[in-house]
């Protein structure tokens, strides 16, 4: 599979699930380039898991945070950018810049332990944000910022598993025909944030 070489994060990021397309630029700008109906869900009032998103990871430290300004292409009803941290193929969390059926813009996070949960957190009118995942211990924290200065707690969670965690990127089109996610203003560091809920 192809690598992705990154200088804002410690090593090169490798394909759990290739795109359509994708590309970086001279300003370590990431695209990532979702087809058709794919996404990173597995719904809790069915049967039905959906695992076909493209996403880039790799492993970071212990305790790290990873931010980045995510810019989407909104076409359909759950196009999205996403930051992911992922343990297992029955243990995730990604937080999404989405596009909701009301047609707007939406900070959202998914938690997945066995089954995916959902929650909707809050309508930007725009068409970019940053997103952050910061680990402390055994816990994540999942942050927005409208300018990358102030950080929002969205939410504060566990994996339920002891594999080694990889960190990443997603871009997914449920309903689509095609999304492209731009990850831009990449930053990476091995410590935690201090208090998730000061806004530092």
Not at 51 to 59: E, G, I, L, S
Request: hydrophobic letters at 40%; one cysteine or more.
């Amino acid at each position: 599979m192809s690598r992705i070489d990154l200088s804002a994060v410690p090593e090169p990021l490798t394909w759990q699930v290739e795109p359509d397309a994708w590309s970086v630029s001279g300003g370590g700008e990431l695209h990532i380039g979702a087809g058709r109906e794919t996404d990173l869900f597995h719904d809790p009032g069915g049967d039905t898991r959906r695992v076909n998103a493209p996403r880039a990871v790799f492993q970071p430290d212990p305790l790290f945070t990873l931010s980045a300004r995510v810019a989407v292409g909104f076409k359909a009803t759950f196009d999205a950018g996403a930051l992911l941290v992922w343990a297992d193929g029955d243990h995730w969390g990604k937080l999404c810049f989405e596009y909701s059926p009301q047609n707007e813009p939406m900070v959202v996070s998914v938690v997945t332990n066995t089954w995916s949960d959902d929650c909707n957190s809050v309508v930007l009118p725009r068409s970019d944000i940053y997103l952050r995942i910061a680990r402390q211990g055994r816990a994540f924290a999942f942050h927005y910022s409208e300018e990358g200065r102030y950080w929002r707690l969205v939410r504060h969670f566990t994996l339920n598993s002891n594999a080694p965690v990889v960190a990443g990127f997603v871009s997914q089109s449920p309903t689509g025909l095609a999304c492209t996610a731009t990850f831009s203003e990449i930053a990476y560091s091995p410590r935690a944030v201090e208090g998730i809920r000061s806004g530092a």
